[in-house]
């Protein structure tokens, strides 16, 4: 969870697991890309009370940032951009779909029609501390793409930027 925060604000530790859970994975390509894991959900819910308004989100993986999107009254429209036709076909029946519009585009390439008030990104897969530079570049092309966005959450760091 590189640092994130649960709801209590304590740092995650990992301890030995005493019984096996079940956990959900998304494979893309052969690569786990989303699991839908007790630290990952309280993560994804820590992200989501941040934002209010209009959220843009990169990426629907298993749809836990709609979820806890869903469960804060003060985020009022979300906009999800995901790439695989597949992943829209699968997960978007499964996610709360009031307020909920899912676009089929690369989040690289799309020009959302709107301005949102928080903008989300979870596309990160791999080491986190490998992908720092990967990071920066990123957050200096989305504060210029979305001025708007008063909120700009990157999963994975337990960074936002002003």
């Not at 959900?24 to 820590?46: F, Q, R, S, W």
């Not at 906009?79 to 978007?92: A, C, F, K, P, T």
């Not at 029609?113 to 990071?135: E, H, N």
Request: net charge negative; glycine share 8%.
């Amino acid at each position: 969870m590189y640092g994130v925060p649960a709801p209590n604000g304590v740092k995650y530790k990992y301890y030995r697991i005493m019984k096996p859970i079940t956990v959900t994975a998304l494979e893309i390509e052969n690569k786990t890309v989303m699991v839908d894991d007790i630290p990952h959900y309280l993560g994804m819910l820590n992200h989501a009370n941040y934002y209010s308004g209009s959220v843009l989100v990169a990426g629907l993986g298993l749809g836990l940032i709609v979820h806890t999107l869903a469960q804060n009254p003060k985020a009022d429209r979300i906009v999800v951009v995901e790439r695989s036709q597949d992943v829209i076909d699968l997960i978007g029946p499964l996610v709360p779909s009031h307020n909920l519009e899912i676009v089929h585009a690369d989040w690289y390439k799309c020009n959302p029609d709107f301005r949102p008030d928080g903008v989300f990104y979870d596309l990160f897969v791999g080491d986190g501390y490998s992908l720092v530079g990967a990071f920066v570049r990123e957050m200096i092309t989305k504060r210029e793409r979305f001025p708007s966005a008063s909120i700009f959450r990157v999963h994975g760091f337990d960074i936002q930027v002003p």
